[in-house]
Every structure is written in structure tokens, then in C-alpha cells.
């Protein structure tokens, strides 16, 4: 039986880079600390992780950002707890894929979309160096911006080729950046001239074609998913996306449908199986253990916001069709987020004549319906009715909130579809 060599690090070639707690490099962050260019550190080192595969370094980095932004996952991690993990993040590729070959620029920014941040992306060939250190220095000057360079090692003089990591910090005066390194079984932190990260970035991927490049990575004005969100949590999400932006568009077009009821009868007779674990309700639990068991503030205001937006459902013309039972599913949502949870409180948002229920069946199908792209009905024949579904769907006719929650909802099942069929290697633009 043959035993595979193992290795316990790496040296860190320097230079071109400076080990992050060497002199040189401690002076590096106390200098660029007192320039104000390490304010986005404090909040990415406290969210510092290791990658758990050797290959889940884009995983990692955006996990890592996505915690240090504290934006909520919408879907448990473990016990009851939301939190963002590499094991998440499996929405635009399948995890043994990026176990087995890594992953790609375009899949990590639709990843971060689906995640709920607010994400601008650059190819190397599409920008330019000046720019890049203008977005670090902003960046690095504030906390609530984080920077992910995509980049090869070679040209560090590092073993490997392809990897992710986030930008630490910068020092004005140096042109230096501090790359925090989530293989850090590695290499440690460490301080590279920005222009040498540029032409790493500068490089092609040879898996992809396309050249690497960095992403910035910000929260939304709000949360992304208040009441609602999409979860990819199981590979039938492909499926169903094809059924909602493919499928129900041809079967419109493909049959005579004389009245809304047609319609409606059409999309829901051939809904995939699991259709209700694609569009979840953003549940929030806290433990019972905890002592005080009062609402606080924030709690009193988000649980006041959930219930508005499902009154504002509930208050659409769509729900006078769907609520009548057109649609016949489980009353309630059928993920089963907290089932068999002790110790935890179910925070659920509640109206005068629903109390503390789940969103229904209804609730979250009038929802979707709406979050589809208004393309979809364009196969209907009857102009009259095409208008009138139309103005049953129209976003000009719902309120803010609830608009803003159906655009979130638009824009996840937009950037799935483009991730599904590899359009976003081609174009990194946000999907809306």
C-alpha cells in the first residue's frame, strides 16, 4: 500500500511578496493604518477563514465577504443558526464540481448575486490598472466595500495557478496591497505591489477562455429577501427555472387560453416536483434559552415590515385568482427550515386574520408569479387577456415594498438563468 506524501506549508517566495507579520510587513499595516486605508481589514479579519477543500478557495473568499458585509443567508447553516459557509454557496455549480476542478470568475459573481449582495465585476481586459486602484483605495478606505481579486500564483512565483482572495488593505505610499490569503495551510497573509496583482489578474483562465479580473462586494440599501427568497439548495432548481423562463412561455403560446383562470391553470398543472423548495420564506428563529424573551427593537421592526409586505400580497388583484384556491399546495411552507429545533422560537410575521402563520401556498406562488420576467406572458394570443395578465403582474401597480421585494426575487431568477446557461462568463454586468 503506497502512502501519499504529505506537505506542511509552503515558503512564502519574497520577494516579489512581504509576509504579513514580518517587520517589514508590520510596518507596512501600522503606515497604512494611519492612512486610512485598512478600515475594510477589521471586518474581513474577524470573518478570516480557511478553505476546506483545496479547490474552494473562490468558496471561501466570498463566504468570508459575505460575513464580514453581515448579510444574512436567508437559509439555516446549522442548529438554527444563518450563516454563510462554503457548503452554501452551491447555487451556480455543483460543490463536487468545484471540489474536482475549481471554479470560475463569472460562477463566483453569480454566487454573490444569488447571495444577496450587491456585486460589480471587471475583467482585466475590460478595465484598466488606474481604475482597479481607484476601487481598492475606496474600498480599502471604508467597511462596507471588500474587493475579491481573481489571479494566478505564478506570477507571485507561488506554486498553483488559479485562486481567489480577498484585498486586505493598502498602502498609499508603497502601492502595496495586503492579500488575505484563504489557503492559509499554505501561504500567510502577505503585502504584493499592486501592479504586480494586476498582471496576475491579467491572465487567462484557461477552463473558462476568459481573462480573470476582481469583483467588489457591497450590501444592498436593504436586505435582499425580507419574506422571500429563491434557495438552490437542491438541484431541481435547474429544472424549474427552465420550466418558469422556457417552458410556460411555449405552453402559453402552444394552447387556447380564454380567461386568467386558463392561464394561471396552465403555469401550475405542470409544475415541477419540489416547485415550493425553490421559492422559500425568509424565516428568523432565536434561541429560547437566551433570557429575555421580548422583541427587541429591531425584531419588533423586521417582524412589522415581513407582515406588511405579506398584507401587500395578499392586497394584489393576482390574489383574488390565486388565493382562491386555483392552486391547490401545503398551507405552509414546506421546507421545514426549523422543524425539529428545540429551544427555538419561531418568529413569523402576523395579520389580523392569520396569526402568526407561515406564508401560504398562495402567498409565495403570487410572488414568483410576479417576479417573472414580463416576457414570459408575451406567448398568450388573445390581446385582450395578454393585457389584462399584464396589469395582474405590472410592478408599477404594487407597492414599494413589495416591489422591492419582487425585484429582488426578478433579479435571483434572472442571474440563475444566465449562470445555467454560462452567460455570465461573457457579460459580468449585474442582472438588472
Known amino acids: 500500500m503506497t502512502t501519499m506524501a504529505t506537505i506542511y506549508r509552503r515558503v512564502l517566495p ?185 498582471e496576475a489578474m491579467d491572465t487567462v483562465d484557461q477552463a473558462s477562455g476568459y481573462h480573470r479580473g476582481f469583483m467588489l462586494v457591497s450590501r444592498l440599501q436593504r436586505p435582499p429577501a425580507l419574506l422571500y427568497t429563491l434557495s438552490c439548495k437542491h438541484e431541481s432548481w435547474v429544472n424549474i ?69 405579506l398584507k401587500q400580497v395578499q392586497d394584489t388583484e393576482l390574489y383574488k385568482y390565486v388565493g382562491a384556491g386555483i392552486f391547490k399546495g401545503n398551507s405552509e411552507s414546506s421546507n421545514g427550515f426549523c422543524c425539529g429545533q428545540t429551544h427555538v422560537d419561531m418568529l413569523v410575521p402576523s395579520l389580523t386574520n392569520r396569526i402568526g402563520l407561515h406564508p401560504a401556498s398562495s402567498d409565495v406562488l403570487i410572488a414568483l408569479l410576479l417576479a417573472l420576467p414580463p416576457q414570459i406572458w408575451s406567448g398568450i394570443k388573445d390581446n385582450t387577456l395578454l393585457r389584462e395578465i399584464d396589469t395582474l403582474v405590472s410592478m408599477d401597480n404594487l407597492p414599494t415594498l413589495l416591489q422591492e421585494e419582487v425585484m429582488h426575487l426578478r433579479s435571483q431568477l434572472c442571474i440563475l438563468k444566465r449562470c445555467k446557461d454560462n452567460e455570465l462568463e461573457k457579460d459580468l454586468s449585474a442582472p438588472l
Open 14 to 198: 519574497s520577494p516579489p511578496a512581504i509576509d504579513f507579520v514580518s517587520s517589514q510587513g508590520k510596518q507596512l499595516f501600522m503606515e497604512a493604518t494611519q492612512g486610512g486605508t485598512m478600515e475594510g481589514f477589521f471586518k474581513l479579519i474577524s470573518y478570516f477563514q480557511t478553505q476546506s477543500e483545496p479547490a474552494y478557495c473562490g468558496l471561501a473568499t466570498l463566504a468570508m465577504v459575505l460575513n464580514a458585509l453581515s448579510i444574512d443567508p436567508g437559509r439555516k447553516w446549522k442548529g438554527p443558526w444563518r450563516w454563510f459557509d462554503e457548503s452554501m454557496l452551491d447555487c451556480c455549480e455543483p460543490l463536487e464540481t468545484v471540489k474536482a476542478r475549481g471554479i470560475s470568475l463569472g460562477k463566483v459573481v453569480c454566487l454573490a448575486h444569488c447571495a444577496g449582495a450587491k456585486v460589480e465585476a471587471f475583467r482585466t481586459n475590460q478595465t484598466s490598472i488606474d481604475e482597479f486602484r481607484k476601487h481598492v483605495v475606496a474600498c480599502s478606505s471604508s467597511d462596507d466595500c471588500h474587493v475579491i481579486a481573481s489571479y494566478n500564483r505564478a506570477t507571485f512565483k507561488q506554486t498553483g495557478a488559479g485562486h481567489f482572495s480577498p484585498i486586505g488593505g493598502y498602502h498609499t505610499g508603497r502601492d502595496m496591497v495586503l492579500i488575505l490569503d484563504v489557503a492559509r495551510f499554505k501561504y500567510p497573509p502577505h503585502w504584493v505591489p499592486l501592479k504586480l496583482l494586476w
Open 241 to 309: 427555472a427552465k420550466y418558469l423562463t422556457e417552458d410556460v412561455p411555449e405552453l402559453l403560446s402552444s394552447k387556447n387560453v380564454n380567461d386568467v383562470k386558463d392561464v394561471l391553470s396552465i403555469v401550475f398543472s405542470s409544475l415541477p416536483s419540489k416547485f415550493l423548495e425553490f421559492i422559500t420564506w425568509v424565516p428568523e428563529v432565536r434561541r429560547t434559552e437566551e433570557g429575555d424573551q421580548s422583541l427587541t427593537p429591531e425584531e419588533q421592526e423586521r417582524l412589522s415590515i415581513k407582515g406588511e409586505i
